[in-house]
C-alpha cells in the first residue's frame, strides 16, 4: 500500500480516523443502484476501483452493496487501543471489499476480531456499551471541520490535504512539498 511505503520511506506515523461514508445506511445495507440512485455510472466506478486495487495489489471483488461502518469504526477504536489497529483495518478491508460481508454485523466483526487475535467474545460488549462512540463522534466532527467529503483524504498538519487515490509520486510530494529530503531526515 502506498502508506506503508511513506511510513517506510519517510518514517511517518499515520493516524487513521473515521469518517461517515454513507451514514444513513441501514444495517442490512443497501444496494449501490439504490444508494447512486442514477447520480453515478456505477459500473465506471466499480471499475476504477477495481483497477486502483490491482494497482496497489489489494483484493477487490464484485461488491455491488454498500453496509455501514460505524460499528467497525468503533471497533476499530479499540483495536487501535489493543496495539492491533492496522492489522484489524486491513481484516475489515478484505471482509467489506474483497468478500462483500456486512462490517455492520456484530458477529462479522467478531469474526475479523478472532481472526486477528482479538476477544472475539468481547465484540458485542464493546459494542454495545458505546465505549469507543465518543471518538468515533469526535473524528467525524474533525472531517466536517475540515471539510472532508471523501475518501482518502490525506491531511498533513499544516492542514494540506491530498484527496482521492494517487500514484505514489503524488503521495510522496505530497510528504515532502517540494522540500529535499536527505536520507537521515525524517518528514513529519
Known sequence: MRTDRLQEEFGLAIH????????????????LNDLFAGRVDIEAMLTRCRQVAKDLDL??????????SRRAQELGKWAEAQGAGEAFHQAVYHAYFAEGRNIA?????????????LDHQAV???????????QVDKDWQAARALGVTAVPTCIDRHRRTLVGFHPYPDYRQFVTNGRRVHRDQQEP
Open 59 to 68: 483484493p477487490f471483488g464484485e461488491r455491488r452493496r454498500t453496509y455501514n
Open 124 to 134: 458485542p460488549d464493546i459494542l454495545s456499551n458505546g465505549r469507543y462512540a465518543a
Open 105 to 117: 454485523e456484530v458477529g462479522v466483526l467478531a469474526d475479523i476480531t478472532k481472526a486477528i487475535g
Open 16 to 31: 487513521w480516523r473515521a469518517f461517515p461514508l454513507h451514514p444513513e445506511t441501514p444495517e442490512e445495507g443497501r444496494d
